[in-house]
């Protein structure tokens, strides 16, 4: 759906400069097309200008004369709050992020009497299993032959909070989660929905242990296998075939390559290239890890 400016003064305090179309909000970084993001920072104006997803802006009167050529703006006092605002707001109108339909079961698919699927938003294919005591959430779509242990939650609501004006604002989920056929995801893991629209996408054979939490909008690749009380933080890339063992964490934002290997309780917070394995706290290279190891011995 295509919305403009002078259209979202509706839902939050805004004073359009430029008006111009959007069709989805998003951070600087993203690369959906029509994208609407804010601005409260001068060397935000430089990401904006390198992304030509972005149409239009929200900002402040301080950084109306940087706003880069051809990207509509509107000034706000607070344009945090009036971006969130705006979305939480759009987030509840039916076929701007999402289009509600009526949740469809494929009859091959066996759903525990006591497991909870929700009534709409929800597609669920041939051969899944659904055990008792999952919990199976609006806007989750399963491929065939997904199995959800019990105690797993799809479609969660992920950890998103914005501190304004002295408060602290929860932010709309607004988007789903998207599991590719033949992904098992184990008792008690959750997996969250993404929050400006789109999914969190889990590829095909993947397997998630006990306890993995996957947030928001993170994107997992084919084959890959994560083990107990693994952590992907939101908008996190994993590729295809990579290992993450038990108690690793994925910082936000970090995107591991092809065939990685992430050792036992690493934490990572920097890239991985395609068949690198990394250890530790904070994860480097495993043989640089062991050869500072051998020093300390």
Known sequence: MTMWLSDAGAF?????????????LGI?????????????????????GRNPAVTSVITTLELADQVPAGVAFAVS??????????????????????????????????????A???ERNVRIGAECIVEAHANVLERVVLGAGCILRTGSTIGSHGFEFKRVDGRVLSVAHAGGVRLGDAVEVQANSAISRAVF???TDVGHDTKLDNLVHVAHNARIGARCLLAAQAMIAGSATVGDDVWIGPGVCVSSGVTVGNGANLTIGSVVTRDVD?????????AVDHRRFLSHLRTMR
């Open 12 to 24: 939050t305090a805004l004073d359009v400069i430029t008006d111009g179309p959007f069709e989805v």
């Open 28 to 48: 600087a970084s993203h690369r959906t097309p029509g994208l609407l993001v804010f601005a409260e920072e001068p060397r935000w104006m430089a990401a904006i």
């Open 77 to 114: 006092t607070a344009p945090r709050r009036s971006f969130f605002e705006l979305h939480n707001a759009l987030a509840c109108i039916d076929g701007f992020y999402w289009t509600d339909f009526a949740t469809e079961i494929d009859p091959g698919a066996r759903i525990h009497p006591r």
């Open 116 to 118: 909870f699927v929700a």
């Open 197 to 199: 629209g789109g999914f």
């Open 274 to 282: 395609a068949g690198q394995h990394v250890t530790g706290n904070f």
